[in-house]
């Protein structure tokens, strides 16, 4: 790979079928890290073939709008490849912005990984 070394900023897991991703930042605010992610996660799904993808917010404390795009960007591609996307272990107050913007009615948002992983099933 040429050009400068970018941060991980995914843990990437497989669970069968299903690929698990876990973000690594607890604070999902700056432009560059939003868009490294939506770039590391559209490649699982464009460049890597992956279509059935649960989402782990465990380790994120703060999330912004720009940050919300990229899901349903994600959303988008996945079903497009004929996929499923879960969301799953989102902070309450995190989870209260999906819910208001009425994402959860797009996106399958559930309490913990193991259901969000049957989910996609």
Known sequence: MSGQPRKRR??????????VVNF???????EQSIQTIGDQ????VDGEG??????????????????LGKIIALNNRV?????????????PD???????????KIIK???DEQTAIQSVS
């Open 41 to 44: 996660l559209f490649e699982l």
């Open 94 to 104: 995190i989870k209260d912005v999906f819910v208001i913007t009425k994402l959860d």
């Open 24 to 30: 690594v930042d607890k604070k999902i605010l700056e």
């Open 50 to 67: 992956r279509k059935k993808l649960v989402l782990n917010f465990s380790n994120v404390e703060y999330l912004s709008s720009a940050a």
């Open 79 to 91: 079903k497009k490849a004929g996929g499923k996307l879960a969301l799953c272990k989102i902070r």
């Open 109 to 111: 948002i559930v309490d």
């Open 10 to 19: 995914l843990e990437v897991e497989d669970a069968g079928d299903v690929t």
